[in-house]
């Protein structure tokens, strides 16, 4: 069973910075496409940004591109989210996703493992 578990939320301020980490353990990391995606309260989950096997091939929802940077290690089956230039309106709890075909993919359903979630939380 693959287990995804995030780490490096917390609360800054607006204009900040925060690396978001995913570990994945229980399967084969390097043969899975990986996204995050975020929830704020009372809103729907939305994708944020996702990345291929290799790592050669990355793509941001709009609303972050430019200020947030996703990749990833196989050796440590670790993926990444640098977030700068934080603001208020990125307040949400992360996730992380797996997902066992290749390919960029905005929807979360397409997704097959999920992590727990890490809050993010950015004060103006």
């Known amino acids: 069973q693959v287990q995804l578990v995030e780490s490096g939320g917390g609360l800054v301020q607006a204009g900040g910075s925060l690396r978001l980490s995913c570990a994945a353990s229980g399967g084969i990391f390097s043969t899975y496409a990986m996204g995050w995606f975020r929830q704020a309260p009372g809103k729907e989950r939305e994708f944020v940004a996702a990345?291929?096997?290799?790592?050669?091939?990355?793509l941001y929802a709009d609303s972050v591109k430019g200020r947030f940077t996703i990749s990833r290690d196989n050796a440590k089956n670790t993926v990444y989210l640098q977030m700068t230039n934080l603001k208020p309106e990125d307040t949400a709890v992360y996730y992380c996703?797996?997902?066992?075909?290749?390919?960029?993919?905005?929807?979360?359903?397409?997704?097959?493992?999920w992590g727990q979630g890490t809050q993010v939380t950015v004060s103006s």
């Open positions: 996703a797996g997902r066992r075909w290749d390919g960029l993919m905005t929807t979360a359903r397409v997704y097959d493992y």
């Open positions: 990345i291929t096997w290799s790592g050669g091939n990355t």
